[in-house]
Structure formats: C-alpha cells, structure tokens
C-alpha cells in the first residue's frame, strides 16, 4: 500500500508556472506507475500525465503536451509535474495517484491509490 500527499498548488497569472510535487509513503514506489489527474469545476476528473515504474517513459493529455513535464525520483519517492505557459483552462484540483499495473493507463480506474488533491488556480 502507498499512501500519496500532493503539494506546490496556489494562484498564478496566466502564463506563469507551477511546479507540483506527490511525495509517498512506503518502500515500494518504484514499483507504481503513477499519473496526475485534474478536476476542474463541474467537469469529470480527467488524465493529464503518467511516468512508468523506472521513469523513463511518460505520456501526456493533448491539453498539456508541450507545457507540462512529468518526472520521478524514486530515491524520494517524489513525482513532480512541471507546469509551463499556465492558461487559465488549467485551473483544477490535481490530484496524483499511483498503479500497480505497468502501463502508462490514462484512465481513472487503473489506479489503486490517490492522494487529497491541491488547488491550482490560474487567473487571466
């Protein structure tokens, strides 16, 4: 079992970044896929990036390819998602979570644990 805990949320101006990091808890990280998720209001939850177990292999939504960033270090057992060129559609709760399953999934059910999420609030 993992247990994950989100952080780096807050207010910025378009155009600006925001750098969220999900740290976890246990010695078996590097086994979980992990992905970051994002609901916006009155919308679903929705995929935004996964990274696979070693780090090496990641995919992005079409929304953020080419701003976002996914990234792992295993030996903190931290994911970090890098958000560039913020635009104000990119307001949500982002939420990260962890797979026991080794492919990058883009669907919500493929995840076993979630963390409580962190507000990202982008103005124009």
């Known amino acids: 079992q993992v247990q994950l805990v989100e952080s780096g949320g807050g207010l910025v101006q378009a155009g600006g970044s925001l750098r969220l990091s999900c740290t976890a808890s246990?010695?078996?990280?590097?086994?979980?896929?992990i992905g970051w998720f994002r609901r916006a209001p009155g919308k679903e939850r929705e995929f935004v990036a996964a990274?696979?177990?070693?780090?090496?292999?990641?995919y992005d939504s079409d929304s953020v390819r080419g701003r976002f960033t996914i990234s792992r270090d295993n030996a903190k057992n931290l994911v970090a998602l890098q958000m560039n060129n913020l635009k104000p559609e990119d307001t949500a709760v982002y939420y990260c979570?962890?797979?026991?399953?080794?492919?990058?999934?883009?669907?919500?059910?493929?995840?076993?644990?979630w963390g409580q999420g962190t507000q990202v609030t982008v103005s124009s």
């Open positions: 979570a962890a797979s026991t399953g080794p492919q990058l999934f883009t669907l919500r059910a493929s995840y076993n644990y």
């Open positions: 990274i696979n177990r070693g780090g090496g292999y990641t």
């Open positions: 246990g010695r078996t990280f590097s086994s979980y896929t």
